[in-house]
């Protein structure tokens, strides 16, 4: 049995998915095995993926009905043994010391169940540009860097930490928050990890000195859909109770991010009281000053905007520009 097993999802990314397996095959580290899980594909990824489990047997692939990312991956880790678990986008890269630095930390720090480090973007058309954001309007990296459970759970509750691909974890958290929630039309990895966090994971990031993942930016990405994202929120929290995290969360009401999304819902089906009292509660739990003005920006205009205008505006993505004009402003920590 591999060491690691990485799970490579994959619907319709033939040009992308010899880049994602190649990074596999260069990797250091060698105890692995893949797992190509095409979620019913029609174009030429059978083909791709085959001629991977030709070339070397440590590939495997397996086709499934189209049932979506979190379905795929969750077969993945069905499908698969390794002691560690590694997530790779099937139009993501993996750094060639990617396995080999994370495997090391987690068997030396056996109290951490995920780790990630930084990432950096890139575009197809300009694979050696390196970007340090999703549209490339950033000067430096915005990965959070958390140093534990409580950490990791306040900042979940507001922002992603990290791309999946990102990621690497024990195969135990499955035990702990089971398995990625089906029902999510997006932002199913930032569910996972906010349900890790609250099943008590430690997560942790880790300085490797580089980037250890290079995630594809273009059109098709499902990350470039602010739209999308606040869907797979609301898919999220509207599941969250029949999770296992539900049954270890006690407070009276849900996760800050949770409690915006459901506002949103609410709002946008008429609740508008409802709607109100969420994204209220969700503004007061907010740690992070741009949650805060975001979530009170959306409390104020489901107060005053008709329906159709507060959800155009809730589903506008954070501008970049924006970030980096406040980060520019504010004085860097040392």
């Not at 440590?58 to 002691?83: C, H, M, S, W």
């Not at 029902?183 to 930032?190: K, L």
């Not at 990405?221 to 029949?242: K, N, P, Q, V, Y």
Request: charged share 25%; proline share 5%; glycine share 6%.
């Amino acid at each position: 049995m591999a060491v690691v097993s990485i799970i490579v999802p994959a619907y319709n990314y033939a040009r992308f998915l010899p880049d994602a397996l190649d990074s596999v095959l260069a990797q250091t580290f060698a105890d692995w095995e893949c797992l190509i899980v095409d979620d019913g594909s029609t174009d030429e990824t059978p083909d791709v993926a085959q001629r991977y489990v030709a070339r070397d047997a440590r590939f495997r692939y397996v086709r499934q009905d189209n049932r979506g990312l979190p379905a795929a991956r969750n077969l993945g880790i069905r499908e698969t043994g390794g002691k560690y678990l590694q997530f790779l986008d099937a139009d993501d890269k993996l750094a060639p010391a990617k396995l080999e630095v994370h495997a090391r930390f987690l068997d030396e720090n056996p109290g951490v169940d995920l780790v990630y480090s930084l990432a950096t973007f890139f575009r197809t058309e300009e694979p050696e540009k390196v970007l340090y954001s999703l549209h490339g309007n950033l000067s430096r990296p915005v990965l959070p860097k958390v140093g534990g459970n409580r950490d990791a759970l306040r900042r979940l509750q507001q922002y992603n930490l990290s791309p999946p691909t990102t990621m690497f974890a024990r195969r135990t958290i499955v035990d702990r928050a089971g398995l990625f929630n089906e029902s999510a039309r997006a932002c199913e990895d930032w569910d996972y990890w906010l349900r890790c966090a609250i099943a008590g994971c430690e997560i942790r990031y880790l300085d490797a000195g580089m980037p250890v993942a290079f995630i594809r930016t273009h059109r098709e990405s499902m990350s470039r859909s602010s739209e999308r994202m606040i869907r797979g929120l609301i898919d999220a929290a509207s599941t969250f109770h029949t999770t296992i995290a539900a049954r270890q969360w006690n407070a009276s009401t849900l996760p800050a991010v949770y409690e915006m999304a459901m506002g949103v819902d609410a709002v946008e089906h008429g609740r508008r009281r409802e709607g109100i009292r969420r994204l209220w509660t969700a503004t007061r739990a907010a740690t992070s000053s741009l949650s805060r003005l975001r979530w009170g920006v959306y409390t104020v205009a489901a107060s005053l905007l008709p329906r159709r205008p507060f959800v155009w505006l809730v589903t506008r993505p954070m501008p970049e520009r924006g970030l980096e004009l406040i980060r520019w402003l504010r004085p860097r920590r040392t």
